[in-house]
T-cell receptor, first 113, second 112 residues
Framework: DGGITQSPKYLFRKEGQNVTLSCEQN?????MYWYRQDPGQGLRLIYY???????QKGDIAEGYSVSREKKESFPLTVTSAQKNPTAFYLC????????????FGPGTRLLVL | RKEVEQDPGPFNVPEGATVAFNCTYS??????FFWYRQDCRKEPKLLMS???SGNEDGRFTAQLNRASQYISLLIRDSKLSDSATYLC?????????????FGTGTRLLVSP
């Protein structure tokens, strides 16, 4: 089955700790995205990548880092610099044509201990 | 002003009712529009794209009014399974890639 997977489903972070969220897709999509969702707010773009070995900051990139070494994978690291990391993190992917739909993974809930 | 605005609801309707949601967007150059559905604690899933001529998919009808910069979603014959949050999503034209702007969502509760 084609799709997007994210792991883990739940993640707990201690103060000062970096954590990495996994995102993998087998849809052959060129573009991948990371969003953050907080209660009462719309999804906000953290980082995106249109092609392997290239990525761009979104609207709220501070305290986060990404890599895109493979087309299928786009891991997100939440660093200790992110002071309010508790949120629902969603990974998405799409083809890069105009109007192409983004498809989302099941998400990772990050909680701070 | 938010780029995409939606009434958060909740809209409480009985089964079989017809319900409509509106969404307004601020960027007049926006080119693509979507409705996504998000169940509680799940990821958003595409419900339908919204075309200038309007489009229908079964019980769901989406309309776009560019002059007034709003998008609507009409659900006929509501089912219990329609209970979810509906996200209005807009792609601004002036971005070089597929950046999407999400509304905060309208929550629908369908009761027996």
């Amino acid at each position: 089955d084609g799709g997007i997977t994210q792991s883990p489903k739940y993640l707990f972070r201690k103060e000062g700790q970096n954590v990495t969220l996994s995102c993998e897709q087998n849809l052959n999509h060129d573009a991948m995205y990371w969003y953050r969702q907080d209660p009462g707010q719309g999804l906000r773009l953290i980082y995106y990548s249109q092609i392997v070995n290239d990525f761009q900051k979104g609207d709220i990139a501070e305290g986060y880092s990404v890599s895109r070494e493979k087309k299928e994978s786009f891991p997100l690291t939440v660093t200790s610099a992110q002071k309010n990391p508790t949120a629902f993190y969603l990974c998405a992917s799409s083809y890069t044509g105009a109007g192409e739909t983004q498809y989302f993974g099941p998400g990772t809930r990050l909680l701070v201990l | 002003r938010k780029e995409v605005e939606q009434d958060p609801g909740p809209f409480n309707v009985p089964e079989g009712a017809t319900v409509a949601f509106n969404c307004t967007y601020s960027n007049s150059a926006s080119q693509s529009f979507f409705w996504y559905r998000q169940d509680c604690r799940k990821e958003p899933k595409l419900l339908m794209s919204v075309y200038s001529s309007g489009n229908e998919d079964g019980r769901f009808t989406a309309q776009l009014n560019r002059a007034s910069q709003y998008i609507s979603l009409l659900i006929r014959d509501s089912k219990l399974s329609d209970s979810a949050t509906y996200l209005c999503v807009v792609k601004p034209m002036n971005t070089g890639f597929q950046k999407l702007v999400f509304g905060t969502g309208t929550r629908l509760l369908v009761s027996p």
